[in-house]
């Protein structure tokens, strides 16, 4: 269903459209746009509240600037579907995250408008500050290189790394500091509180007065523009050289703050920024969900990605789900984290900024001083814990397995390294669904495994997954001990078992069978097991053993599947290279097994999103492929027989 845009927003298909506006539209422009997102979310599902927050800002940055020559980077890019509305997207904007439909996310082969591919977090200034450092090389000096971060991705390392270079880097870069104080949870840290002093504190808000005051004379000023700002600048120096501002002291010029929601200003103060040449930061203070009543005056959480709902109540549609009893994997970790806690006091948890997308949240709220989010920080997220363990803590700490990817060199040298007991939960392992190929979790099996002093391991249910976090927090001569689990329900609405211990490296028999067995590693298992019945029922007995352990393998039963099955395939949601399949491959090499193997999971391919299932069917692995792999190899066995 095609969602009817407004007046204005129906004549714009691209900036050039925009700027045919007079000025005096851009209200209600922005007010078609808001809507625009309201229908199309509420409708189709995606992030929200980001969004709204930046519709005006996006008005105006594609009102000023000239896109795509000046270049725009937004953080994340979970925030930018006005961008992609007013950039030759509207029609196609139902699409959004569907399968074969456009990304969620900017993405350089999308548009040329996305200036450069997101999707995790803090990575604008970086780009922006690449880019303006190319552009002076090649000598487009008149280019504008624009990086629109929020408060909670400028608490990662990675921004800052990029403002520190930026600020001796004399090149043309406007970061955007869009600040609504919230990351998805409220924002955290010390970082936030001084912003938050900025914006109050009474010294710089009458210093932006007279800042502005200044600033707003700049247009017709022309050519003294940039005399005018180093007198300003001098000013706010001299003034402000007993209090220091964190963004000034990194030689960046520091404009702000400023009601990002009033257009015709940021038309005004973009356009004067236009002119000041050199790095330079603007705060500009939104509010998430702006515009949209339930959402302002709801929880800025829920309404972050809230999924479907109606707009003219608010009331968010409650998902349906096949197997409606079944948790969520997030879930039982949290709940499962806290009854492990309860009674062994060294456990803590750590959550680098998902306290409710991974339910760390559980264990914030009954144990607050156990558990910690640390903020967009997943490097930090990873040494922290170490820290933790030198002390004999037993930190379990959750990090989505793609983010995982942004703590790897903590992982090895900090941990592995050191031999160090630090418990990894990799949540929304294999594919993440919608949000597409930056939130895979495709690579951990194979980044993990091959780490020394590493465990790597997947529970197939919600009672192994309860069982391996147990087995975790148990004492152990050294190692780390990663579990990981997808996005989404279990199978067992019965989950609340009493823990065991699970040996480690030891895998299941679930069942035997007569020339070909399939080995699967975690919750994707549970497709072997239908397609298993399946083949019984038409006289195909096939044999399944859940290795649970991708390192160390269990070899005894290795042993056991290479003696008697000539026909074995392995089965994996994440990448063939280097995973689990991989992990079994070797294992027959090193003992001279012959077995005809073929391997399912993720090719080495960039995946892009749609619903879990639709992109397991399209990599092979799910329930359809297991069997049609099943069926021929079976088949190979009697051509060559
Ligand atoms: C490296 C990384 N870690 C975590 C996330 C998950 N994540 C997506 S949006 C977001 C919050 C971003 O907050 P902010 O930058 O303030 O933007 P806002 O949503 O408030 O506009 C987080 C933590 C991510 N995308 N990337």
């Known amino acids: 269903m095609l969602i009817t845009p407004g007046k204005l927003l129906a004549q714009i298909n691209s900036p050039a459209d925009l700027k045919k506006l007079d000025q005096a539209q851009l209200v209600q422009l922005s007010d078609e746009l808001r809507h625009f997102i309201i229908d199309n979310v509420s409708v189709y599902g995606g992030h929200f509240g980001a969004s709204l927050g930046v519709v005006e800002l996006t008005v105006a940055l594609h009102y000023v600037f000239n896109t795509p020559y000046d270049q725009l980077i937004w953080d994340v890019g979970h925030q930018a579907y006005g961008h992609k509305i007013l950039t030759g997207r509207r029609d196609e904007f139902y699409s959004n995250r569907v399968y074969g439909g456009i990304s969620g996310f900017p993405r350089r082969h999308e548009s040329e408008y996305d200036a450069f591919g997101v999707g995790h977090s803090s990575t604008s200034v970086s780009a922006a500050l690449g880019m303006a450092v190319a552009s002076k090389y090649l000598n487009n000096t008149d280019k504008q290189h624009i990086a629109i971060i929020g408060d909670g991705a400028m608490t990662a390392g990675i921004a800052f790394e990029g403002m520190n270079h930026a600020g001796v880097s004399d090149s043309n870069i406007l970061i955007i500091l869009n600040d609504n104080c919230m990351a998805i949870d409220p924002n ?3 970082l936030k509180d001084y912003l938050t002093d900025i914006t109050t504190s009474r010294t710089y808000n009458k210093l932006k007065d007279d800042v502005w005051k200044l600033l707003g004379k700049l247009s017709t000023f022309g050519k003294s523009a940039q005399e005018i700002v180093s007198k300003v600048e001098t000013g706010i120096k001299s003034t402000l050289l007993s209090q220091s501002n964190i963004f000034e002291s990194l030689n960046l010029r520091y404009f702000g703050p400023v009601d990002g929601h009033d257009v015709n200003h940021m038309v005004t103060v973009l356009n004067d920024l236009k002119n000041i040449p050199g790095p330079k930061i603007l705060h500009c203070i939104t509010m998430k969900g702006k515009g949209y009543g339930p959402a302002e005056k709801g929880n ?10 109606d707009k003219i109540t608010g009331e968010i549609h409650k998902k349906t789900y096949d197997k409606p009893q079944a948790p969520k994997y997030q879930d039982v970790f949290g709940h499962s984290l806290v009854e492990l806690a309860k009674v062994n006091d060294k456990i803590v948890g750590i959550t680098p900024a998902m306290p409710s997308g991974s339910s760390m949240n559980i264990m914030m709220n009954e144990m607050p001083d156990r558990a910690f989010d640390v903020g967009i ?10 820290g933790l ?3 004999g803590l037993i930190p379990f700490c959750n990090i989505y ?9 903590q992982v090895v040298h900090d941990v592995c390294i050191q031999n160090l007991k630090v418990n990894f939960c990799l949540d929304r ?12 979790g495709a690579y951990d099996i194979a980044f993990m495994r091959c780490l020394p002093n590493m465990i790597v391991s997947a529970p197939m249910n919600e009672v192994e997954l309860r069982n391996l976090m147990y087995t975790a927090q148990l004492p152990r001569e050294g190692k780390a001990f990663s579990i990981r689990y997808p996005r989404g ?21 679930l069942k035997d069978g007569d020339e070909l067995a399939i080995l699967t590693l975690g919750h994707i298992g549970n497709y072997a097991v239908e397609v298993c019945e399946n083949l019984a029922k038409q006289n195909i007995n096939v044999a399944h053993y859940d290795m649970r352990f991708a390192k160390p393998l269990d070899k005894a039963l290795l042993h056991e599947v290479f003696s008697k099955y000539k026909k ?10 280097g995973g689990f399949g991989s992990a079994v491959l070797e294992f027959m090499a090193d003992h001279n097994y012959s077995s005809e193997i073929k391997r399912l999971g993720i090719p080495d391919q960039v995946v892009e999103h749609g619903e879990q299932i639709q992109l397991q069917h399209e990599c092979g692995f799910d329930s359809e492929g297991i069997e049609k792999a099943v069926v021929e190899l079976l088949e190979s066995v009697v051509k060559n027989a």
């Not at 793609?402 to 790897?408: A, E, H, I, P, T």
């Open 377 to 386: 920080a997943e490097q930090h997220a990873v040494t922290f814990s170490a």
């Open 401 to 409: 397995s793609s983010f995982m990817q942004r703590g790897y060199d």
């Open 489 to 509: 329900q279990g199978v067992m609405p019965e989950w609340r078992k009493p823990f065991e211990e699970i040996k480690i490296g030891t895998g299941r028999k």
């Open 389 to 391: 363990a030198t002390q």
């Open 188 to 190: 955290v840290g010390a």
């Open 429 to 440: 392992a294999g594919f993440a669904g919608a949000d597409g190929a930056t939130h895979h």
């Open 300 to 309: 800025a959480t829920t309404w972050h990605s809230p999924g479907t709902f």
């Open 568 to 577: 074995i395939i392995t089965v994996e949601d994440g990448c063939l290279q």
